[in-house]
């Protein structure tokens, strides 16, 4: 064989190599958001060939919102607030959806808080007051939702993430959102307080961390990197404590309809486009990933404050 002939395949490693390097990940990373998708769409398979004849559309369709969420969380910091519309509209309980979407964030969130971390994409200054105020907002929620009409307290956090948009959205058009802050000029006690509401909302609905939580954190002049990295960490102590507070107030599955057939596709949709939404995010521009953050929340957060459900 001639020097300047390369190996059979020799080729092809310093091509993949390429492309990692690329788009900004590493060759690990890459391949694990290759291999991930293959592995859920395994598991979705199987789960949808063992379901009853009459659940295998909801599974379908249930995997779809779940990707969507997925998608969602790790590349613009919103989660539930893609699940549980997307399961209300497939006629999945209220309540249910509620506890499967923060009982699945404290499983899948890990790994987009995993991959924004690695990415650079996270700041303790910011992820810690979040935590404290997202951990006793979240457990708080609960008891609420137990006490209030169900429709009262779906309109009202739709109106707060509405509210919280048009303000972000006025914002960027006629001031802009000014310089992001340096590390140490991070207003800690008001990202407590955002972590207080964001997850108050979450605990009552099993949404509205990301679409209230990550735009206060942008409108605070925190870059949206950073803001959807840090809050997705912070999600994970959040989401727990909610479901401790869903259960010690006996409303997690109170009057409920359970249906455990897409749970599975559930789990295995939300993870499968997690580290391609950490790489999109990577990639865009500071407001791009505000108007995109913000208008998703607003368009999801609108048929439920105008019809209650």
Sequence with gaps: MPESQAPPGASAPSRFDAWAARIGVSRR?????????????????????????????????????????????????????VLVPGLLLLGVDARFAAAASLFLQVLVIPLAATSHYRMGNFSRTVALPLVIGGVIGAFIGPFFAAAL????????VSAMIVFVGIVVLTTLRFSGLGNIRAENDIPQAQVGGIGL????????????????????????RIDPR??????????????????VGFFVAQTAFNNA????????????????PMIAGAMLVSRLGRERATVAITLLSISLALPSLLFGH
Excluded: H
């Design 29 to 81: 990373t890459l391949i694990a958001g290759i291999v991930l998708p293959i592995i859920s769409l395994i598991v979705i398979s199987a789960n949808f060939a063992l379901a009853p004849t009459d659940q295998r559309g909801l599974i379908i369709f249930s995997t779809l919102v779940a990707v969507a969420a997925g998608l969602s969380s790790t590349a613009i910091g919103v989660y539930g607030g």
């Design 257 to 272: 309809t359970a249906n455990w057939w897409i749970v599975v596709p559930l789990f295995a949709g939300s993870i499968a």
């Design 197 to 220: 509401v964001a997850g108050f909302s979450s605990g009552v609905s099993g949404a509205g961390w990301g679409p209230i939580g990550v735009k206060l954190l942008i409108l605070s």
């Design 226 to 243: 950073q803001a959807i990295g840090s809050s997705l960490f912070a999600r994970i102590f959040m989401a727990a404590s909610a479901v």
């Design 149 to 156: 009409p169900k429709e009262w307290i779906v309109r009202i």
